[in-house]
């Protein structure tokens, strides 16, 4: 319950590639309420199941990296 995740836009990514991450699928698709990252930007958020969080990108094949922290 309640672990860390650490969501990084992967270093391998474009310079151009931007992920965002929300706690829905609208969020993720509005400016308003979703965390943008940047090529090897990350951010750590506390969720009880990986299923709260959502990831969307501007570009195909944006990599997305995950760190569960038990």
Do not use: C, F, M
């Amino acid at each position: 319950n309640n672990h860390g995740i650490t969501i990084q836009n992967s270093p391998t990514n474009g310079n151009n590639d931007i992920l965002y991450v929300a706690n829905s699928s609208a969020n993720a698709l509005s400016a308003a309420t979703r965390v943008q990252l940047s090529r090897s930007q990350s951010v750590v958020l506390h969720v009880d199941n990986l299923s709260d969080i959502w990831l969307n990108s501007n570009n195909n094949n944006v990599k997305a990296l995950l760190v569960v922290e038990v």
